[in-house]
């Protein structure tokens, strides 16, 4: 079964250092989901895209957080400075269509800042 | 602005008792909703989904129901079982808001 894949699931790093994720969502699918979750708190939606294009980012601290999607398969998430308040799940999901359908999610990077 | 929330943080449930997990949202312009379940240390997985111009939908052994007049969605799932503890949240999809969710315990 095709699975979204993350990586690394799990990172550790000293507040104001770079760090950045990557997700390789489920082949064919156009939209790729980035979300932050804090412990006790649903996701929250950091960015949208279709293909290579951002949908959605109004939720994505763009002092720090950056995003792309290339060729409009994989994607990176950057946080540069990270700061003590990211430590959180990033999540990645992928769907067919970005307006209604099932998204498939990613097991996640836990990331924790120190 | 528009929220989607749960009512109840925790809910504990016996083994093969039926659950009965809330939602309520406030965007009465919403269409599309969807139920997900997140084990620990995993991302959500879906579980259902509903339109706007449905009252009910069925799956295995989850039904959710959909009641427009005072925005409130319900996932029931009949004969809980212990592999059925996790955090349900719903979720409304065409601005892809959370709720904060509800944990359910299922008690052997």
């Known amino acids: 079964e095709a699975e979204v894949a993350q990586s690394p699931r799990y990172k550790i790093t000293e507040k104001s250092q770079a760090v950045a994720f990557w997700c390789d969502p489920i082949?064919?699918?156009?939209?790729l989901y980035w979300y932050r979750q804090i412990l006790g708190q649903g996701p929250e939606l950091l960015v949208q895209f279709q293909d290579e294009s951002v949908v959605d980012d109004s939720q994505l601290p763009k002092d720090r957080f950056s995003a792309e999607r290339l060729k409009g398969v994989d994607s990176t998430l950057k946080i540069q400075p990270a700061e003590l308040g990211d430590s959180a799940m990033y999540l990645c999901a992928s769907s067919l269509t970005g307006f209604t359908g099932e998204q498939y999610f990613g097991p996640g990077t836990r990331l924790t800042v120190t | 602005g528009e929220s989607v929330g749960l009512h109840l943080p925790t809910l504990s449930v016996q083994e093969g008792d039926n659950s009965i997990i809330n939602c309520a949202y406030s965007n009465s312009a919403s269409d599309y909703f969807i139920w997900y379940k997140q084990e620990s240390g995993k991302g959500p997985q879906f579980i259902i989904d509903i339109r706007s111009n449905m009252d009910k939908r069925q799956g295995q052994r989850v039904t959710v129901l959909l009641n427009k007049t005072v925005k409130h969605l319900s996932l029931q799932i009949a004969a809980t079982q212990p592999g059925d503890s996790a955090v349900y949240f719903c979720a409304e999809n065409s601005k892809l808001v959370f709720g904060a969710g509800t944990i359910l315990r299922v008690k052997s």
């Open positions: 082949s064919g699918h156009a939209t």
